[in-house]
């Protein structure tokens, strides 16, 4: 069993995490700001730990890894408008759960970023987005550059479908949606398929069973 901890532990696609690895025999860790969501995360099967990502900083980061054999960001700075946000928790929570990952000597990092973040924006874009898409750019690029076995995971528009279990996984892939908890399923197995390190890979519906998708691209 495999102790998984979760920054960002009550968003959507976290939740649905928390229930795959949950089933899969591993032991989710939910990184939570607010005490409220722990009755609802325990009966998914995570124990739940308090990181407030905005004010916390990187020691309280690393303490709350403590013990796991591997960190996931699945945090976002919501759909609110606030883009203020988007830099302190999309890309703020990101380097600081870099930097503790390194203090707590945990090297296994799977980032949930989103599509096409590298390419160019228009001029006109709108504040907010072009906060969202830079900071979730920059987060990468800190990743990658670090010593960190990571991989970066990049799904297209997320919808709350239910899974289909099937997806489109490469370098590169044209834009698409594709459900949360079918995001959720390639983190599993990216976790559980060691050779995943040092990827990045756009994440769409499609056809191809997620596990043997993500085998298919590594072996």
């Known amino acids: 069993m495999s102790q998984i901890a979760i920054v960002g532990g009550n968003g959507q696609v976290a939740r649905h995490l928390i229930s795959q690895l949950a089933a899969g ?15 609802n995360l325990e009966a998914l099967g995570a124990r739940v730990r308090m990181l407030d990502i905005e004010q916390h900083d990187v020691d309280a980061f690393a303490a709350a890894f403590e013990g796991s054999d591997a960190v996931v960001f699945a945090a976002g700075g ?44 228009p001029d006109d874009t709108e504040p907010v987005w072009r ?26 528009r997320l919808t709350d479908d239910d899974g289909t279990g099937a997806v489109t996984i490469g370098d590169s892939v044209g834009r698409g949606d594709i459900p949360r908890a079918d995001v959720a399923a390639a983190v599993v197995a990216v976790l559980d398929e060691p050779a995943s390190a040092g990827h990045q890979w756009d994440l769409v519906g ?9 085998h298919g691209l590594v072996a």
């Open 78 to 121: 919501g759909p609110d408008g606030n883009l203020e946000r988007k830099r302190t928790v999309d890309l703020g929570g990101a380097l600081k759960s870099i930097d503790a990952a390194r203090i707590a000597e945990v090297p296994r990092f799977v980032q949930i970023s989103a599509i096409g973040v590298d390419l160019p924006l």
């Open 206 to 214: 499609g056809e191809t069973p997620i596990d043997q998708a993500v």
């Open 25 to 39: 025999g591993h032991q989710p860790v939910a990184l939570v700001r607010n005490p409220s969501y722990t009755a």
């Open 131 to 156: 906060a969202y898409v830079e900071a979730k750019r920059d987060a990468d690029i800190a990743l990658r550059e670090s010593d960190l076995d990571w991989t970066i995971l990049r799904p297209g």
